[in-house]
């Protein structure tokens, strides 16, 4: 039986991925969430494939992830982490796509603190690209993780209530769950200290609102981002104290509101700032489903760009 | 690609209409030139002369470039004098002023005269201008009368703007009396923070740090009051914006002596063309939106806006291939001046002959050079044109050093088929 099949080459954001193509790779996610039921968690999918991961910013739960989920399918994996201080010598892009020629790569995934660096990267090399984190533009693994987790949580993902809170504009995990909820019908409504919010952002289908409280009456379920703390030392964020008391999940916050929201966070937490601990930990959170369904839907997706005719009943 | 060589002692151009812009007369005429100097046509001897047939072309002077960056001292591998001078004159361009943001940067007389020294012999005049404050540090006033003495046509800091509004004003001050203009990069540094593209719902969408309209406009008001204060002569370059546009015109009716130029880019492009992350499209001021572009047509067309000028900005490839953060600001400008703002002015409504001013006596007045008349006797400076003419932009119509132009494979109305320079004169290849 052949298996449905992404019109993507590469996964470079979730903005312009049709609806159908964000079904699939979600529909197969589940699959391969039952992979990672099995006593062996290892399927030959992708045996003879060679994959790279290429980290320009450390990241430690999205590399892991994505290794995980290329090792479960058999891949063969390199790991590549360079520094930004490399960048800054000038080990640009350039570089790296003449790397990955020479190392004849079938695919690479990438992190880099530049936006649109996967999109040059895919217009040089013959390689599928996936984005793990283009700088301040779009984490698409993240954005349909959470929607896999949303969908697990809700058996559905149109006419969801989906608020996002925190610093929007220096956030890539907002920006893929605004353009992949939008796409499969949830409403979306972002919600942060007002500089932090970009400010043409209702022109991208949101809804905008500095209230934290109105979010929380509103939503079906919030994804608390985190706050930088080096943003604070920068003096645009004030306190610890000022931002927890108007933007936090607190638990007290929460406990006003008696209705059932689910709990998102990309982590890594701040615990007891953009959220506190009992809430983390609480039944409300999903947070470490996320986790989990990282793994599944960064196996649909390396499954779907490099092995896409190879029916999956026969992993 | 067409070529450049050495004018030959005598060419006679026929066939076309002579327009000359100090006058604004347009006559059916053959040009004849002899050693460089416009000759009546009975003095030409038909079997020495070079003949070059401008059927369907104007004949017009030589366009003035009140702004490019020629790289030299410092960074050759971008631009020289040299190579810069055979760019302008593919695009049309026999006068050059040339931006002092080198390594080191023209920030005193001895640089000024190395830049015309260099200069001599080349295609084009050159022009140099020289910086407002020492080593561009925004702070220190350069030696500015005597820059002026050994030849600076004018004094920017361009590349950075002079924050300090102190600073700039002791400038307008101290060169009054000079009358040359001050030339200030209009973006307040904190506001336009990190921006590398305009800030608006594109920027959000691309993730990328925004540099608002307010960055420019902010300047741009700052400029214009210390200028109408102090009476000296201020031109803000590359305006990009509905607002700075505004300033001016309020500023302009209220009888200061500012003046302001627009770049073909920005007036040809939107920030459109940075959406697929392009890096040559990364430009400083940024390219803004479809309703600004808009507003600076109408600028020029109204005369807010005094003339076009390039901000031909040269990179190499290899920096330009980085990401969008590390790539530097700036894209080259002079093969593709007229196609881009003829195509774009004359959608609007402007004459060949209007744009043709925006090239020639627009930026004269701004820099106070004086154009002479065509007429037998003066110095041959010009360009052919063919305003009909459609032509697609390649690799080949470049003669810079550089190539950071997202206009590649753009297709223009209007091509410069042919300019005449000091010793030097270029030839469009025939129907390419």
Redesign the interface.
């Known amino acids: 039986m052949s298996e449905p099949t992404v019109t993507l080459q590469h996964l470079l954001g979730l903005?312009g991925v049709s609806k159908q193509d964000i079904q699939i790779l979600l529909d197969t996610g589940f699959r391969f969430r039952e992979v990672l039921d099995r006593p062996i968690k290892k399927v030959p999918t992708l045996t003879g494939i060679n994959v790279v991961n290429l980290f320009f910013e450390s990241s430690t739960r999205t590399r892991i992830s994505f290794e995980l989920a290329e090792k479960r399918l058999s891949a063969d994996v390199t790991n590549f982490t360079a520094s930004s201080s490399s960048?800054n010598k000038g080990e640009?892009?350039?570089d790296t796509i003449q790397n990955i020629h020479a190392m004849k790569m079938d695919a690479v995934v990438m992190r880099?603190?530049?936006?649109?660096?996967t999109?040059?990267l895919s217009q040089f090399v013959d390689a599928v690209v996936i984005n793990a984190g283009?700088?301040?533009?779009?984490h698409p693994t993240q954005g349909l993780l959470d929607m896999m987790s949303l969908q697990e949580k809700f058996g559905r993902l149109e006419g969801l209530k989906v608020g996002i809170i925190g610093d929007i504009a220096h956030s890539?995990v907002a920006?893929s769950n605004i353009f992949g909820l939008n796409t499969v019908g949830a409403d979306v409504m972002v919600c942060g200290p007002g500089h932090l919010i970009?400010?043409?952002?209702s022109?991208?289908g949101v809804i905008v609102n500095g209230d934290v409280d109105e979010v929380l009456s509103w939503a079906d379920a919030v994804n608390v981002l985190r706050i930088q703390r080096e943003r604070m030392g920068e003096g645009i964020i004030p306190s610890v104290r000022e931002y927890r008391s108007r933007f936090g999940i607190t638990t007290e916050r929460l406990a006003r509101h008696k209705r059932e929201i689910v709990i998102l966070h990309p982590g890594p937490m701040n615990r007891g700032v953009e959220i506190d601990s009992d809430v983390a930990d609480g039944d409300q959170a999903i947070i470490l489903d996320q986790v989990l369904n990282g793994v599944a839907i960064r196996m649909s997706v390396l499954y779907h760009l490099l092995a896409p005719h190879q029916p999956l009943e026969e992993t | 690609m067409g070529t450049i060589a050495t004018l030959p002692g005598e060419m006679i151009i026929k066939g076309g209409i002579l327009y000359d812009p100090t006058t604004r007369e347009s006559r059916r005429q053959d040009v004849a030139i002899r050693n460089g100097r416009l000759v009546e046509t009975a003095e030409i001897s038909s079997s020495k002369a070079q003949a070059l047939d401008a059927s369907g072309c104007l004949i017009t002077h030589g366009f003035i470039d009140v702004h490019a960056h020629f790289r030299e001292p410092g960074r050759e591998d971008k631009e020289t004098l040299a190579t810069g001078s055979r760019a302008a004159l593919a695009g049309g361009f026999t006068r050059v002023c040339v931006m002092p943001n080198t390594d080191p940067p023209i920030d005193d007389p001895e640089g000024i005269h190395f830049v015309l020294e260099r200069s001599e012999g080349l295609p084009v005049t050159i022009y140099p201008i020289g910086t407002v404050t020492k080593g561009q540090d925004g702070n220190e006033l350069a030696e500015l009368l005597e820059m002026r003495a050994a030849g600076a046509l004018a004094f920017s800091d361009d590349g950075l703007p002079i924050q300090n509004g102190e600073v700039l004003r002791r400038a307008l001050r101290y060169v009054r009396e000079l009358g040359v203009p001050i030339i200030n990069h209009a973006e307040d540094v904190y506001l336009r923070a990190e921006g590398i593209m305009n800030e608006s719902a594109l920027s959000t969408r691309l993730g990328l740090p925004g540099n608002p309209v307010q960055a420019e406009a902010a300047m741009v008001y700052r400029d214009c009051l210390l200028a109408e204060d102090v009476g000296g002569r201020l031109h803000i370059p590359h305006i990009s914006s509905t607002l700075a546009v505004e300033l001016v015109r309020r500023f302009k009716e209220r009888g200061g002596a500012i003046t302001a130029e627009a770049t073909p880019h920005h007036l040809g492009l939107t920030e459109e063309a940075v959406r697929d992350f392009n890096t040559h499209a990364k430009v400083a001021p940024p390219l803004r939106t479809e309703d600004d572009r808009q507003a600076v047509v109408a600028g020029l067309i109204d005369g807010t806006l005094d003339c076009i000028a390039t901000d031909h900005a040269p990179h190499t490839i290899e920096e330009k291939e980085q990401d969008i953060y590390q790539a530097p600001f700036g894209m080259i400008g002079l093969e593709s001046a007229f196609g881009m703002a003829h195509s774009t002015l004359r959608k609007a409504g402007l004459t060949t002959e209007q744009v043709i001013d925006l090239f020639t006596t627009g930026p004269a007045r701004v820099m106070g050079l004086g154009l002479t008349p065509l007429v037998p006797g003066q110095k041959a400076e010009l360009v052919i044109l063919h305003p009909d003419e459609k032509w697609t932009f390649t690799r080949e119509d470049i003669h810079s050093r550089s190539r950071n132009t997202p206009m590649l494979g753009m297709t223009f109305t209007g091509r410069v088929r042919g300019t005449i320079g000091r010793n030097m004169w270029f030839k469009a290849p025939e129907n390419s």
């Open positions: 903005e960048l640009g892009l350039k880099h603190p530049a936006p649109g660096s999109k040059q283009d700088g301040t533009h779009e890539r920006l970009p400010p043409h952002i022109e991208l």
